[in-house]
């Protein structure tokens, strides 16, 4: 229990403490990246426990006064969605100066830790990374003493391990998946501790020159895709069509259809409006520029706000004008969304395991029913995560989170991404307008309706023979999505272009 009790050693040999007394980004993943978190017993639901590796595993959760958890992005809106570094702060007594680094030689900026929580059937982990500062505190009076200690988890380590320009680019062919295994291989992180879903766009050869992380997150930007280290300390990659499908992990409501939240913040801004891209292959001398001539006009009074990416990484232009269009229709209208929200776990048994199992690039529902009448119900992406834990044991977390309302492409049986079963299937029929469906509350939809929105839908074929292969007949208009080049393509009539 927190604030309670007494640290206590657990027997856990170190495999290579020398590997963790080297070099200040040594980093140990025998040790660090798999704990064994059975070792103690399981705790009470909600409760946290601190561990140090000072020579064994060390329970310090008995001297925490406090401690904060920060894991995932601090941006949530944009088009880019790589993490930074997860970051931990644990306050502890230090009255005896035990977490004294002039005293206990065993910590050290360097040393192993992870937080975990109970949620009542296992200790889940929060983070799980190395000492990176000691803050020691002495009260004038003599009567107190504390320590700080500020924790990183595998992205600072990443981004401190830089590969050197090479003479002779490598790589050319690669998906984002097989560049980011090139980047972990080259600085030696450990298969055991990777999590990469196959697959991506595919990439021009790379000469390198920067750190581990930058280079990945540089690939993972062009996919739209996500990069995060999990909580155990795995390196953790999701496609951009990953982010895209599933099912959403929590439903957040303050209407009793979902988990309560405390707290939300819901803006409307312009931070991450982008009415015009400017855009270039890495290397090449040709940059082309997209621009959303209506939205310059109505939203920046006609001086484009513009995105510059003249280094994109992929293999083929096609492939770099369909992430310019993806980017400028994503980003080129202001969005009211829900920027962030907050529970309290400990309000309701209900919350804990839920907050708990939610990650960085889950999806989840937010239902809000404003003061003044109506409901607003937004998708949305978990972009970062953080946990306060407070002297007094109140335990706070903070979702920041990305909207997906503007990728909406059309998903059977999703809450808000344009699903059919949106239009209940009883009363009238909707009608047709300018070629548009119009539907209402009720609306049925009759099997011709459906046989005519399914010839307006872009459909996702894995090649151009596929493409023929599911669409024999075309009529002019249709549009498909070619996974193999990264594009949209129209059927003009006569051929797909």
Not at 87 to 105: E, G, K, M, W
Not at 132 to 139: C, E, K, N, P
Not at 178 to 195: F, K, M, S, Y
Not at 219 to 235: C, F, K, L, Y
């Amino acid at each position: 229990m927190l604030l309670a009790g007494r640290p206590q050693l657990v027997g856990v040999d170190a495999p290579s403490m020398q590997a963790l007394v080297g070099s200040p980004v040594s980093f140990d993943p025998s040790i660090v990246g798999q704990p064994d978190v059975a070792a103690l017993p399981l705790l009470a639901a909600g409760e946290w426990r601190v561990e140090l590796f000072l020579r064994t595993w060390t329970d310090v959760t008995a001297d925490v006064r406090e401690l904060s958890v920060d894991r995932g992005s601090r941006a949530t809106g944009g088009i880019t969605r790589a993490t930074e570094a997860g970051t931990a702060s644990v306050t502890l007594a230090n009255r005896s100066r035990q977490y004294d680094p002039s005293i206990n030689t065993d910590l050290y900026t360097g040393t192993p830790a992870r937080i975990t929580c109970s949620n009542g059937v296992s200790m889940v982990e929060v983070l799980t990374g190395r000492v990176v500062q000691i803050d020691m505190a002495f009260l004038s009076s003599g009567l107190d003493a504390t320590v700080t200690l500020s924790m990183a988890d595998a992205v600072s380590v990443l981004s401190q391990r830089n590969l050197a320009q090479l003479a002779v680019a490598v790589g050319a062919g690669d998906t984002v998946s097989q560049r980011i295994a090139r980047i972990l291989d080259a600085v030696g992180w450990p298969t055991a501790l990777r999590d990469l879903s196959a697959g991506g766009a595919v990439l021009a050869a790379t000469t390198y020159g920067g750190s581990a992380w930058d280079l990945i997150t540089e690939v993972v930007d062009a996919e739209v895709g996500d990069v995060w280290v999990s909580p155990a300390g795995v390196v953790t990659f999701r496609t951009f069509v990953e982010a895209l499908s599933g099912a959403a992990e929590a439903t957040f409501s303050d209407n009793g259809t979902g988990l309560e939240f405390a707290d939300i913040a819901v803006v409307y801004d312009d931070d991450s409006l982008v009415n015009q891209v400017q855009y270039a292959l890495a290397g090449s001398p040709t940059v082309t520029t997209l621009t959303d001539n209506a939205s310059a006009t109505k939203y920046t009074a006609d001086v484009a706000a513009s995105l510059s990416a003249t280094e994109l990484p992929f293999s083929t232009q096609a492939a770099a004008d369909a992430w310019a269009s993806l980017a400028l229709y994503v980003l080129s209208e202001p969005e009211l969304r829900v920027d962030s929200l907050s529970v309290l776990p400990r309000a309701s048994s209900a919350l804990v395991g839920p907050t708990l199992a939610l990650d960085v690039s889950d999806r989840v529902n937010v239902v809000l029913s404003p003061i003044g009448g109506g409901t607003f119900t937004q998708s949305c992406w978990v972009r970062g995560i953080s946990h306060t834990v407070s002297a007094d044991r109140t335990w706070s977390t903070t979702l920041r989170l990305g909207s997906a309302a503007r990728y909406r492409f059309f998903t059977f049986d999703d809450v808000e991404l344009a699903q059919l079963d949106r239009w209940a299937l009883t009363d009238a029929a909707g009608t047709f307008t300018g070629g548009r469906y119009v539907a209402t509350a009720g609306n049925v939809v009759p099997r011709s309706d459906l046989n005519r929105l399914a010839d307006q839908m872009v459909i996702v074929v894995d090649s151009g023979a596929d493409l023929v292969a599911q669409i024999p007949s075309p009529t002019a208009g249709r549009v498909a999505w070619r996974k193999d080049i990264k594009k949209l393509t129209v059927y003009n009539g006569m051929s797909w272009v």
